[in-house]
T-cell receptor, first 114, second 110 residues
Framework: SAVISQKPSRDICQRGTSLTIQCQVD?????MFWYRQQPGQSLTLIAT?????????ESGFVIDKFPISRPNLTFSTLTVSNMSPEDSSIYLC???????????FGQGTRLTVV | SQELEQSPQSLIVQEGKNLTINCTSS?????LYWYKQKYGEGLIFLMM?????EEKSHEKITAKLDEKKQQSSLHITASQPSHAGIYLC??????????FGGGTRLMVKP
């Protein structure tokens, strides 16, 4: 199994600022995924991050707002830029693991923008 | 793109009662995942189904995938307050990437 650590676990930020969320995996993985869960909503995929290439964003998400880094096979960051209260959500990272197994998730970062 | 519809959106049941949550896909499912999320917390993996007609059980929770692989159900027998939370179904895409349904919020009254 994969153990995924996310930092910070929660934060309260001022509008207009940026927050970088870190995701660390205890094994090397090819793909890492970032999801957003808005209050009372389900999870929505933001982007897929492969090491050595630019992240691939889902419709409705752009790199300027959610820049992602993937410097190596065990680490990724997601930045939420120029935050507004609408960005208040739980952000979760997940990883590609073996086929036909559970998808592993970090515990999430609860972001509140005031 | 694949869409998952969950029903009901929310459910309140009396402790001890049985309940069923449904997940319907707009396309054939090649991997269907069930997760539970306690309010404000991370995801707890429940089960994954792949084959048409497959059924899996864990403690008092049973999940089924229909023969056509477009619908799954999650059944809880003799519900307990510990079953309360949000139940999410997810359709597998490439590499464990998932598309999630809207979730079902379950409350169990003691």
């Amino acid at each position: 199994s994969a153990v995924i650590s996310q930092k910070p676990s929660r934060d309260i930020c001022q509008r207009g600022t940026s927050l970088t969320i870190q995701c660390q995996v205890d094994s090397q993985v090819t793909m890492m995924f970032w999801y957003r869960q808005q209050p009372g909503q389900s999870l929505t995929l933001i982007a897929t991050a492969n090491q050595g290439s630019e992240a691939t964003y889902e419709s409705g998400f752009v790199i300027d707002k959610f820049p992602i880094s993937r410097p190596n096979l065990t680490f990724s960051t997601l930045t939420v830029s120029n935050m507004s209260p609408e960005d208040s959500s739980i952000y979760l990272c997940s990883v590609e693991w073996q086929a036909n197994t559970e998808a592993f998730f970090g515990q999430g970062t609860r972001l509140t923008v005031v | 793109s694949q869409e998952l519809e969950q029903s009901p959106q929310s459910l309140i049941v009396q402790e001890g009662k049985n309940l069923t949550i449904n997940c319907t896909s707009s396309k054939t499912l090649y991997g269907l995942y069930w997760y539970k999320q306690k309010y404000g917390e991370g995801l707890i993996f429940l089960m994954m189904l792949q084959k048409g007609g497959e059924e899996k059980s864990h403690e008092k929770i049973t999940a089924k995938l229909d023969e056509k692989k477009q619908q799954s159900s999650l059944h809880i027998t003799a519900s307990q307050p510990s079953h309360a939370g949000i139940y999410l179904c997810g359709a597998g895409r490439a590499g464990n990437m998932l598309t999630f349904g809207g979730g079902t919020r379950l409350m169990v009254k003691p």
